[in-house]
């Protein structure tokens, strides 16, 4: 066995994140000898998939893996790192939010394998047009985790921990807070009988502008015109008050920007 | 002539969705044959690319065209429909606010054609994949706009004028203050020295998403989660006060909205 390179992996965790993962290690010829979660229906699901064994219990993990990927909901990591015990086995963590010290107990060879990105459930996403974020508490870790971390997609990035919750604050603003105002959106439209997907190419241009385009020039709309007749038709419109102040913080928020 | 179709146009404004429209025009072999802007270097930018006429007076507007379309900015639609007059000519505005009857002085025939989509200047956009919203104070002039409109896109939209209203309305929330998020996520990103870049494919992927998911279906994140110690680091985290408030507002309106 080649000592310098992964080929068997443990899942701890059988989420959207690991479920993504555990597929793009299939593919890429490794081996995942066993998933874990505490809930036997998600590690059930997950394994019987490919055939791979499973448990509910911590203390029966798999001790002779290269690799072990702590893939749990934010909140559920700490306990996960309290009770896990790998001696000096490769351990990375999958969160954008955790820093490394977080699973600083499990092992002496830590990392974070962060691949940046939305996942859902029962969607394909294409580990190969995603940037993975990397760190590790050693070279030979960062070394081990780049080669893996390059077999599925050719944009990896060293991000260290404070970094990397920036990013994962960013995420946040880019992608959890535009999708409510999706949600905002669509209904507003539904209120006149007219059906979201009238939205759809407009959604679209927008997220494709800032491809090319700084979101500083590529800002329109009536806050950018600072168009006063406009927004005040706009919140006589909107009945629910959410809408209103967040229309109004955003307005604002874009005279600010552009000194208006 | 053909006195069922339209065959010449005259436009009154040369900004980002003249611009657009009159290359769309042409290419679909029907003749520009005046443009008006009251800035005589705008008028002369457009109409010059294609050797069209053009005049910064709205007395020697063309008298003859099968079509004039007042593309404006909002603030300035209701002083030219105050002083244009073309009798019975057909005459639309391309705007998303401004009801029909915000021109019924102009002329006895008047409608709306307005293309749902951002328009940046030198930035091409595909007339074909986007929806054209028609309305006429007649069926004959709507059946005029709906050849029209056919001939660019196939997505041919009839909506009243309070439909559109509030398509406008979703609009600002789905295209311009999204931008502003991703304008936030930058501001974020680069206050660690990551580049921007590396938020593209999950800004892609979240527009992506809500093509094919609903996006109450497709809202993640830690305010889906309800989970608050991320929520709690984030705004410690968050430098600046109106980011701050943001990111409280549409995290409570996300937690409302599943009750949690």
Known sequence: MDINSIHTVVFIGAG???????????????????????????????????????????????????????????????????????????????????????????????????????????????????????????????GLLEDLALSFTPDVRMINSLQRKKIHLAAVFACNFTNHLYRVAEEIISSCDVPFDILKPLIKETANKVMNIHPHDAQTGPARRNDAAVMEQHLKMLDDDDNKELYVKISSMIRKEFEI
């Open 16 to 142: 959207n994140v690991a479920s993504h993962l555990f597929e793009a290690f299939q593919n890429t010829g490794r081996t995942v000898v066993q998933v874990y979660s505490r809930s036997e229906i998600s590690a059930k699901t997950l394994a019987e998939k490919y055939g791979t064994p499973y448990t509910c219990d911590l203390e029966q993990i798999n001790k002779n893996a290269d690799l072990y990927i702590i893939s749990v909901s934010d909140a559920a990591l700490p306990l996960i790192a309290q009770t896990m015990k790998t001696g000096d086995k490769l351990v990375v963590h999958t969160s954008g939010f955790h820093s490394m010290k977080a699973i600083e107990g499990v092992s002496e060879n830590i990392g974070v394998f962060y691949p940046l990105q939305t996942f859902t459930k029962n969607r394909a996403v294409d580990l190969l047009t995603i940037p993975l974020c990397i760190e590790a508490n050693s070279n030979a870790s960062l």
